[in-house]
């Protein structure tokens, strides 16, 4: 888990560089999960819908594509409420397979919360949930004498630069035994109007989910950002695919140590989309090939099979 060193070194950090941003993994304190689960239940918000959907009706062609046997654990790295992931798992445990799941998110109130819900729809599955940071939790896993299907859904790889996230995936890969595979969930470039729409809500939700993270620096930095006097704005650029999220400073200010021009951006979040090359590459490049893309109705998302080597 990150401890509040980590914390504090990296708003610090952040906070001096220029441009000013803070780092998008900081969202998720307990609170922040509670705003992150509104922003998946938001219509604009077609992601999960589209994954769910994946997960869902094509179950059995995710199953039959890793060609694993009886018996496998499946390691689910982010995994948040786990509600998507619900109805592979319950495919598999259905048709008699034997599961191992492990759950790893860096917020504990999450993960318990999808322990107990788990333990009670799905009794029949193995479930050992772990709390904290992946590459922490992926180091302490024991050796496994049965394969391994890793998950890293919901288009979290998007929060990482493209040569961040190759350099991910590759110290995935080293976790991974020779055979078990990877399902990555990207969200897939598409009109600029609908992606710009899925961040930019009407409601707000989208906006207080990034304040949240003033009002966490705030609670347990001991600092002192007033939440009214910065903006939320999300942009898209369809050259590149990538949203950008940010705060604006609304005046001249200064919040302890650090002063924030009007106007001046503290950036927040990258939300990459990407096309169907990208995510070859990606795979390729980071020692994995690609066994299978599975799409919702629509192509808005993909799940995306990999095997190591
Ligand atoms: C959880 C990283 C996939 O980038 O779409 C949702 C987080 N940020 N709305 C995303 C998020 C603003 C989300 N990921």
């Given at each position: 888990m990150a401890n509040n060193t980590d914390f504090e070194r990296d708003v610090k950090d952040g906070l001096s560089s220029n441009p000013k941003k803070l780092s998008s993994?900081?969202?998720?304190?307990d609170e922040g999960s509670r705003i992150f689960q509104e922003i998946m239940e938001m219509?604009?918000?077609?992601l999960t819908n589209a994954e769910f959907e994946i997960l869902s009706e094509q179950a059995k062609g995710i199953t039959d594509a890793?060609?694993?046997?009886?018996e496998f654990s499946v390691i689910e790295l982010g995994a948040g409420d786990g509600k998507k992931t619900f109805e592979l798992l319950s495919y598999m445990v259905n048709n008699g397979l034997s599961i191992h799941y492990r759950p790893v998110d860096i917020s504990a109130e999450a993960i318990h919360l999808l322990e107990a819900d788990l333990q009670n729809r799905l009794p029949k599955l193995k479930l050992e949930s772990l709390v904290g940071d992946y590459f922490k939790v992926l180091g302490a896993l024991p050796k496994r004498s049965k394969p391994a299907l890793f998950l890293f859904l919901g288009s979290n790889i998007g929060n990482y630069e493209i040569d961040e996230a190759k350099a991910l995936m590759k110290r995935f890969n080293q976790f991974l035994q020779p055979g078990d595979k990877m399902l990555v969930g990207f969200d897939i470039i598409k009109n600029p109007r609908v992606i710009l729409k899925a961040y930019d809500d009407p409601q707000g939700i989208t906006r207080r989910f990034n304040l949240n993270l003033l009002k966490r620096m705030n609670r347990e930095l001991g600092m002192d950002f007033n939440l009214d006097q910065f903006e939320f704005f999300p942009y898209y650029n369809p050259n590149n695919g990538e949203l950008r999220s940010c705060l604006v400073s609304l005046e001249d200010q200064k919040v302890g140590e650090f002063t924030f021009e009007k106007n001046e951006l503290i950036h927040t979040e990258l939300s990459k989309k990407y096309s169907l090359d990208d995510i070859k590459q990606i795979a390729e490049n980071s020692g994995f090939s690609l066994r299978k893309n599975f799409f919702d109705c629509k192509k808005l998302f993909a799940d995306s099979l990999w095997e190591k080597g």
């Amino acid at each position: 888990m990150a401890n509040n060193t980590d914390f504090e070194r990296d708003v610090k950090d952040g906070l001096s560089s220029n441009p000013k941003k803070l780092s998008s993994k900081y969202f998720y304190d307990d609170e922040g999960s509670r705003i992150f689960q509104e922003i998946m239940e938001m219509p604009e918000y077609y992601l999960t819908n589209a994954e769910f959907e994946i997960l869902s009706e094509q179950a059995k062609g995710i199953t039959d594509a890793l060609d694993f046997g009886e018996e496998f654990s499946v390691i689910e790295l982010g995994a948040g409420d786990g509600k998507k992931t619900f109805e592979l798992l319950s495919y598999m445990v259905n048709n008699g397979l034997s599961i191992h799941y492990r759950p790893v998110d860096i917020s504990a109130e999450a993960i318990h919360l999808l322990e107990a819900d788990l333990q009670n729809r799905l009794p029949k599955l193995k479930l050992e949930s772990l709390v904290g940071d992946y590459f922490k939790v992926l180091g302490a896993l024991p050796k496994r004498s049965k394969p391994a299907l890793f998950l890293f859904l919901g288009s979290n790889i998007g929060n990482y630069e493209i040569d961040e996230a190759k350099a991910l995936m590759k110290r995935f890969n080293q976790f991974l035994q020779p055979g078990d595979k990877m399902l990555v969930g990207f969200d897939i470039i598409k009109n600029p109007r609908v992606i710009l729409k899925a961040y930019d809500d009407p409601q707000g939700i989208t906006r207080r989910f990034n304040l949240n993270l003033l009002k966490r620096m705030n609670r347990e930095l001991g600092m002192d950002f007033n939440l009214d006097q910065f903006e939320f704005f999300p942009y898209y650029n369809p050259n590149n695919g990538e949203l950008r999220s940010c705060l604006v400073s609304l005046e001249d200010q200064k919040v302890g140590e650090f002063t924030f021009e009007k106007n001046e951006l503290i950036h927040t979040e990258l939300s990459k989309k990407y096309s169907l090359d990208d995510i070859k590459q990606i795979a390729e490049n980071s020692g994995f090939s690609l066994r299978k893309n599975f799409f919702d109705c629509k192509k808005l998302f993909a799940d995306s099979l990999w095997e190591k080597g």
